[in-house]
């Protein structure tokens, strides 16, 4: 059945397979505490469902635990880095370090990062940005398995090929804008699939190019051992924005771009853009400070439309569904839960089914 389980647990659990999986402690440690960040703060897509997925693609070769970023080039206002296949959350925080304090010391930053497994929830990279002051700009591409449909094609030519902005705000939350350029994340089609859901019209083609509310043509082989894919978001203008995400994450960083057959590997490697700005250096900070508090505050004073209690801004809804979840426990689906099982069985850590 499914079940609700507090943070602290899951992330004991998942961190334990992780290690069983060949990562050192503080690698799981951190890991793990990143995937049930995404959980905590409403991303189930990026959270622990993934986590057998990497198992598998750690016994594939693709992922390999404990690496670390390597520095290709390094001209103080620009960084060429390379992950090394190592997992994302641990790269991608490195190569964050080393572009955060590149910024602070020379008011910008230019950083690419290659060859990372799976970043995760690329909103975790612009949140520790903006705790330092800084804006932030992330242009992600994804090499795996194609599943989103180019606008006018009827099969899956690129990934999901996220785009995330980060801006602090002085003495409040900063503005987070995190967002897939498909119609919605992958990850949320395997959660909806293991959930038994079907998902609203607009988000997806099956394999023969027909529109289908069925998450599971992304997620499983049809019948003719082919996949469905997912559409972009804003049509022709996600389609653009999902293609500059391919050439700058991707061709940009050096990390490549996908143009073959979809395969069955089961890793997911990510190349990443980033731009990193001190306002403070850029002599903007106190008009920055202002004139973005008051932007915000008109906007709030708009009057709630039908159907809303409040103006939010991005970055909002994860501050609040983290305390909700911190609260109330992480749900998680019963074929989730089971394909976490398994993946702790073939790593010999025997999970409570």
């Not at 290690?19 to 505490?33: D, F, K, P």
């Not at 997992?87 to 020379?106: C, F, P, S, T």
Request: charged share 20%; glycine share 14%; proline share 5%.
């Amino acid at each position: 059945m499914p079940r609700t389980l507090q943070a602290d647990s899951l992330q004991s659990t998942v961190a334990s397979i992780l290690r069983a999986a060949g990562s050192q402690q503080a690698e799981a440690e951190q890991v793990a505490a990143n995937l049930v960040m995404a959980n905590l703060s409403g991303h189930d897509s990026h959270g622990v469902g993934m986590l057998p997925r990497y198992i598998d693609a750690v016994a594939e070769g693709g992922l390999h635990p404990n690496a670390a970023v390597r520095i290709n080039l390094d001209i103080g206002t620009m960084l060429s880095l390379d992950g090394q296949h190592g997992y994302g959350q641990v790269v991608g925080v490195q190569a964050m370090e080393l572009g955060i304090e590149r910024a602070r010391r020379h008011g910008s930053c230019i950083l690419t990062l290659a060859h990372a497994h799976h970043l995760g929830r690329i909103g975790h990279f612009a949140e520790m940005a903006t705790s330092h002051g800084l804006v932030s700009m992330h242009f992600v591409n994804v090499l795996s398995r194609p599943v989103v449909a180019p606008w006018g094609g009827g099969d899956g030519r690129f990934g999901t090929n996220p785009c995330c902005i980060g801006i602090p705000f002085a003495g409040a939350e900063p503005f987070v804008l995190d967002y897939a350029t498909s119609r919605v994340a992958q990850g949320k089609m395997r959660v909806a699939h293991n959930k038994g859901e079907r998902v609203p019209p607009g988000y997806l083609i099956d394999e023969k190019g027909a529109p289908t509310d069925d998450p599971g043509v992304v997620v499983v082989p049809q019948g003719n051992g082919l996949f469905g894919a997912l559409m972009t978001f804003g049509e022709h203008k996600g389609y653009g924005m999902a293609l500059a995400c391919e050439l700058l994450g991707g061709a940009l960083t050096g990390g490549g771009t996908w143009h073959r057959p979809a395969d069955t590997s089961r890793s997911v490697l990510n190349g990443m853009l980033t731009v990193l700005i001190d306002p403070e250096r850029l002599g903007t900070q106190a008009s920055f400070d202002q004139e973005a508090r008051e932007f915000v505050e008109w906007l709030r004073r708009s009057p709630p439309g039908q159907g809303f209690d409040a103006v939010r801004i991005a970055g909002e809804p994860e501050r609040e569904a983290r305390a909700a979840r911190r609260r109330d426990g992480i749900w998680v689906d019963d074929a989730t839960w089971g394909e976490i099982v398994a993946a702790g069985a073939k790593v010999g850590v025997a999970v409570a089914a």
